[in-house]
T-cell receptor, first 116, second 114 residues
Framework: EPEVTQTPSHQVTQMGQEVILRCVPI?????FYWYRQILGQKVEFLVS????????KSEIFDDQFSVERPDGSNFTLKIRSTKLEDSAMYFC??????????????FGQGTRLTVV | AQSVTQLGSHVSVSEGALVLLRCNYS??????LFWYVQYPNQGLQLLLK??????LVKGINGFEAEFKKSETSFHLTKPSAHMSDAAEYFC????????????FGKGTTLSVSS
């Protein structure tokens, strides 16, 4: 069964360092998302990506964040200069397309980012 | 703006007992409502969804949920809990007018004891 894969499963980085989280969406999907969940808090929407550009983003997704689809299969989230408060579980998701009511979003297992 | 409140961060039931996980939403437009489940070390998996039509929706693994507009609720139920139901459950809201982003609740951890 096709699935969304995320690497690494756990990343530890020093404050101020750049980090790249990687995702491989399901191959025929057109919409891609990043969400995050800080420990004990809600799963929060960060950004959606369609047709090689950001289609929607939340207030959390500031200039420190960027997304890219560098090679037609990977979908990456970059955090330029990590802060302690960026420590969270980051989920990637993808869906085929069309209205949300017709297609579900498939989620990856998540990458746990720990900033020290 | 849309939001979701899940009442109870932890729910414990005995095997065979009724499962009830509560979700209330806030939305200024007709909502689309979802329940996702996360098993340990796995991603989020869709259990069921409500978009339009019948307000009682059935999902996988014997779960169902009822959309009650007057109560702004979308509670998840299962008549008889199984040990394999132990997981974290997330309620989420979206709408076609608000774009495709899902707004999640904090999640409820379900424990099932024998």
């Amino acid at each position: 069964e096709p699935e969304v894969t995320q690497t690494p499963s756990h990343q530890v980085t020093q404050m101020g360092q750049e980090v790249i989280l990687r995702c491989v969406p399901i191959s025929n999907h057109l919409y891609f998302y990043w969400y995050r969940q800080i420990l004990g808090q809600k799963v929060e929407f960060l950004v959606s990506f369609y047709n090689n550009e950001i289609s929607e983003k939340s207030e959390i997704f500031d200039d420190q964040f960027s997304v890219e689809r560098p090679d037609g299969s990977n979908f990456t989230l970059k955090i330029r200069s990590t802060k302690l408060e960026d420590s969270a579980m980051y989920f990637c998701a993808s869906r085929v397309g069309g209205q949300l009511m017709n297609t579900e979003a498939f989620f990856g297992q998540g990458t746990r980012l720990t900033v020290v | 703006a849309q939001s979701v409140t899940q009442l109870g961060s932890h729910v414990s039931v005995s095997e065979g007992a009724l499962v009830l996980l509560r979700c209330n939403y806030s939305s200024s437009v007709p909502p689309y409502l979802f329940w996702y489940v996360q098993y340990p070390n796995q991603g989020l998996q869709l259990l069921l969804k409500y978009t339009t039509g019948a307000t009682l929706v059935k999902g996988i693994n014997g779960f169902e949920a009822e959309f009650k507009k007057s109560e702004t609720s979308f509670h998840l139920t299962k008549p008889s809990a199984h040990m394999s139901d132990a997981a974290e459950y997330f309620c989420a809201v979206s709408s076609s007018q608000a774009g495709t982003a899902l707004i999640f609740g904090k999640g409820t951890t379900l424990s099932v004891s024998s």
